[in-house]
């Protein structure tokens, strides 16, 4: 035991849990072996077999062992291992009072994962009023508060959470959407190009960015952003289609057809780019690529009777 102590706190951990069997084979019914065990295997993420040994314990009525929560353990266990059903119902034993904040984190999420959202927005609450430096559960929150189509209080929390920590871009991503969500597009393009400072290879927020700045009609803006990752290769198939939109909208028609032509293998079951693409390139005088695109959105949207028009014109 004193070996496994001294291995587990140089991390060696392998070399821990072996010097542990082999004490547990000698005394297999010794609980300070078996909680070293599973304290051991918590440590390592191996929850798992980490549950097997607490469960043991706790059926011979042991529920606290050196200051540890055995039940919280096995929750939290339980929620690492995406088992949140399990998990709920041993962190759900625990008053709120008694929790820490990991442990409350913890239940919070997940309730949100059992999208039992009421339960989770009342303890990510508790959790802010007990330690509003506790950064991880804005973003958690707001989602929840999403969820239940409350909107503006999201919002106003992922803003907050912003005032806590000023540095993560996936907060300011979803502060970005809630504000889009209110039509404050100006406020979120400041905070996804905020993001996009703070780390410049989340293709997720240049997407996000991008499609606002099309709708937003900043098409020169659109370019600029979406060439320097072309150039490093940093696609997403739909750059192709945004870089189409700015570049017909700038009138480099040229440039529009390359992209269209490049973002087609993405979106052929799109029938909005269907149609798109189709009428650029029939004004572009691409007949093929046009009579091709429009023949699978008339496939796909029948009772479109300008596009069956169209698609007419090419038979006759």
Same mark, same amino acid.
């Given at each position: 035991?004193?070996?496994?102590?001294?291995?587990?706190?140089?991390?060696?951990?392998?070399?821990?849990?072996?010097?542990?069997?082999?004490?547990?084979?000698?005394?297999?019914?010794?609980?300070?072996?078996?909680?070293?065990?599973?304290?051991?295997?918590?440590?390592?993420?191996?929850?798992?077999?980490?549950?097997?040994?607490?469960?043991?314990?706790?059926?011979?009525?042991?529920?606290?062992?050196?200051?540890?929560?055995?039940?919280?353990?096995?929750?939290?266990?339980?929620?690492?291992?995406?088992?949140?059903?399990?998990?709920?119902?041993?962190?759900?034993?625990?008053?709120?009072?008694?929790?820490?904040?990991?442990?409350?984190?913890?239940?919070?999420?997940?309730?949100?994962?059992?999208?039992?959202?009421?339960?989770?927005?009342?303890?990510?609450?508790?959790?802010?009023?007990?330690?509003?430096?506790?950064?991880? $559960? =804005?973003?958690?929150?707001?989602? #929840?508060?999403?969820?239940?189509?409350?909107?503006? &209080? +999201?919002? %106003?929390? *992922? /803003? @907050?959470?912003?005032?806590?920590?000023?540095?993560?871009?996936? $907060? =300011?991503?979803?502060?970005?959407? #809630?504000?889009?969500?209110?039509?404050?597009?100006? &406020? +979120?393009? %400041?905070? *996804? /190009? @905020?993001?996009?400072?703070?780390?410049?290879?989340?293709?997720?927020?240049?997407?996000?960015?991008?499609?606002?700045?099309?709708?937003?009609?900043?098409?020169? &803006?659109?370019? %600029?952003? *979406?060439?320097?990752?072309?150039?490093?290769?940093?696609?997403?198939?739909?750059?192709?289609?945004?870089?189409?939109?700015?570049?017909?909208?700038?009138?480099?028609?040229?440039?529009?057809? %390359?992209?269209?032509?490049?973002?087609?293998?993405?979106?052929?079951?799109?029938?909005?780019?269907?149609?798109?693409?189709?009428?650029?390139?029939?004004?572009?005088?691409?007949?093929?690529?046009?009579?091709?695109?429009?023949?699978?959105?008339?496939?796909?949207?029948?009772?479109?009777?300008?596009?069956?028009?169209?698609?007419?014109?090419?038979?006759?």
């Amino acid at each position: 035991m004193v070996q496994a102590d001294l291995y587990q706190t140089q991390e060696l951990f392998e070399v821990s849990r072996e010097k542990l069997l082999e004490a547990k084979k000698i005394e297999p019914d010794e609980d300070i072996i078996t909680f070293a065990l599973a304290e051991l295997f918590y440590t390592m993420g191996e929850y798992n077999k980490a549950i097997p040994q607490y469960l043991t314990l706790i059926k011979k009525g042991i529920m606290n062992l050196s200051s540890v929560n055995l039940v919280e353990r096995v929750g939290i266990s339980y929620a690492n291992d995406s088992n949140f059903e399990n998990a709920i119902g041993y962190l759900k034993q625990i008053k709120t009072v008694d929790m820490s904040s990991d442990v409350k984190f913890e239940t919070a999420f997940t309730y949100l994962q059992l999208k039992e959202y009421d339960q989770a927005i009342d303890i990510f609450k508790e959790l802010r009023d007990s330690d509003p430096q506790y950064a991880t $559960l =804005y973003p958690y929150l707001g989602q #929840a508060l999403k969820a239940t189509n409350k909107i503006e &209080d +999201a919002y %106003k929390v *992922l /803003q @907050e959470g912003l005032s806590v920590d000023q540095y993560n871009e996936k $907060l =300011y991503l979803a502060t970005a959407r #809630a504000a889009l969500k209110l039509s404050e597009t100006d &406020d +979120a393009l %400041k905070y *996804l /190009q @905020e993001g996009n400072k703070i780390d410049p290879d989340d293709i997720e927020i240049v997407l996000e960015l991008s499609n606002l700045l099309v709708f937003r009609e900043d098409f020169d &803006d659109n370019v %600029k952003l *979406l060439n320097t990752y072309i150039e490093n290769h940093e696609l997403d198939p739909q750059f192709y289609w945004n870089l189409a939109i700015s570049y017909d909208k700038l009138d480099n028609l040229k440039l529009a057809h %390359k992209n269209y032509l490049a973002a087609k293998p993405y979106f052929e079951d799109n029938a909005d780019f269907l149609k798109e693409a189709a009428l650029f390139f029939r004004e572009y005088g691409d007949k093929d690529n046009s009579y091709e695109l429009l023949s699978r959105y008339v496939k796909m949207q029948p009772n479109d009777e300008e596009a069956a028009f169209m698609l007419e014109e090419y038979l006759d």
